[in-house]
T-cell receptor
Framework: GAVVSQHPSRVICKSGTSVKIECRSL??????MFWYRQFPKQSLMLMAT?????????EQGVEKDKFLINHASLTLSTLTVTSAHPEDSSFYIC?????????????????FGPGTRLTVL | ELKVEQNPLFLSMQEGKNYTIYCNYS?????LYWYRQDPGKSLESLFV?????AVKQEGRLMASLDTKARLSTLHITAAVHDLSATYFC??????????FGAGTQVVVTP
């Protein structure tokens, strides 16, 4: 089945530094990818939609200058957390829409990456 | 605005017994998803439900969808320890974005 990878899986950084997280669709093309953030014991919250060839669209309350998104190719989207602070510590997950099933019976679905655990000291 | 409500938020299950998780959503949607999340891990897709009356089963899990009632259920039959996890339902909004429920933390004990 379709696979989405994320790198790094875990990162620890000092306050004020920037961190880049990569999301790749490994065996399919994704013109759109989604970035989510999940705090402990909470649900996933959509941060932004990454669009290949155009600007990302951000959800209300998400600072676009702090969370820079670049959809460099049909298989790669990056999220850069700029000037990270301890409150940015979270689990960041990307997803890409794709098709699941067989050639004769397929269903739109979302493939999720394994997530990136960011800890800002 | 699309809202997705799950209940219960926490479910302590006894091995061998049956339980149901409920997912209500506020506006019409094309599809409903169920996911499983283990601690420290990402989401694992369980089911995609597309139409009214859809029922899907995989092992001890069965999901159903009633689009008229805007309700989906995830039924667990004869719970076993391996089913301990957090279960999320999610619904696509008119823009194709996923709106998640709060999640149901399931703990299965002997």
């Amino acid at each position: 089945g379709a696979v989405v990878s994320q790198h790094p899986s875990r990162v620890i950084c000092k306050s004020g530094t920037s961190v880049k997280i990569e999301c790749r669709s490994l065996d399919f093309q994704a013109t759109t990818m989604f970035w989510y953030r999940q705090f402990p014991k909470q649900s996933l919250m959509l941060m932004a939609t990454s669009n290949e060839g155009s600007k990302a669209t951000y959800e209300q309350g998400v600072e676009k200058d702090k969370f820079l998104i670049n959809h460099a190719s049909l298989t790669l989207s990056t999220l850069t957390v700029t000037s990270a602070h301890p409150e940015d510590s979270s689990f960041y997950i990307c997803s890409a829409p794709g098709l699941a099933g067989t050639l004769h019976s397929s269903t739109d679905t979302q493939y999720f990456g394994p997530g990136t655990r960011l800890t800002v000291l | 605005e699309l809202k997705v409500e799950q209940n219960p938020l926490f479910l302590s299950m006894q091995e061998g017994k049956n339980y149901t998780i409920y997912c209500n959503y506020s506006t019409t949607s094309d599809r409903l998803y169920w996911y499983r999340q283990d601690p420290g891990k990402s989401l694992e897709s369980l089911f995609v439900l597309l139409s009214n009356g859809a029922v899907k089963q995989e092992g001890r899990l069965m999901a159903s969808l009633d689009t008229k009632a805007r309700l989906s259920t995830l039924h667990i039959t004869a719970a076993v320890h391996d089913l301990s996890a957090t279960y999320f339902c999610a619904v696509t909004d008119s823009w194709g974005k996923l709106q998640f429920g709060a999640g149901t933390q399931v703990v299965v004990t002997p």
